[in-house]
């Protein structure tokens, strides 16, 4: 996988010109400069999504593997529901981009986005999407962080930590 399209990381305001469809982007994202990318709407109709060409291949070929293990109708389907949205455009060297207009419905007339790199992908979110996600994702956070924490943080979890220190206070 090329390393140009893992740098896409941070979170952002921004607004879009909703006659236009063009977005600012932060020049924290240089890999996105004068480059061709595929965006598209997530299935779940939560966000839009901005890919580099090479990590929607990437995307592409997952979804076709996944597919060919379906029958012809969930195959078409998931093809349809993943890939069917996405439209090409072009981020230009001042860092905007031209969402598309099927891709800016989404938006339901809000021009305040929130912008989220989030590795091989940025995620642009309609502000109120991205506020409810939010407290959604809190309240997640709080009932499994125990379940995943010790592995990306490589530490035992906080009863066993506990248990191995002693009583705090």
Aim: negative net charge.
């Amino acid at each position: 996988m090329p390393a140009d399209h893992h740098d896409l990381f941070g979170i952002y305001e921004g607004r879009v010109d909703l006659n236009t469809g063009r977005l600012a982007l932060s020049s924290d994202f240089e890999s996105l400069k004068v480059k061709q990318v595929r965006v598209g709407i997530e299935p779940r109709r939560r966000y839009l999504q901005l890919r580099l060409l090479d990590s929607f291949e990437e995307f592409q070929n997952r979804i076709r593997r996944k597919a060919d293990t379906l029958g012809p109708e969930d195959a078409l389907f998931l093809r349809t529901l993943y890939l069917g949205s996405f439209g090409l455009t072009q981020v230009d060297s001042s860092y905007r981009v031209v969402l598309p207009k099927k891709a800016r419905e989404l938006l339901q007339g809000s021009p305040e986005v929130v912008i989220v790199g989030v590795g091989d992908e940025l995620q642009i979110w309609p502000l109120a999407s991205w506020e409810r996600n939010q407290e959604e994702a809190q309240k997640r956070l709080q009932e499994t962080y125990e379940q995943y924490a010790t592995e990306i943080y490589r530490c035992a979890p906080a009863a066993e930590a506990q248990a191995m220190s002693g009583p705090v206070g």
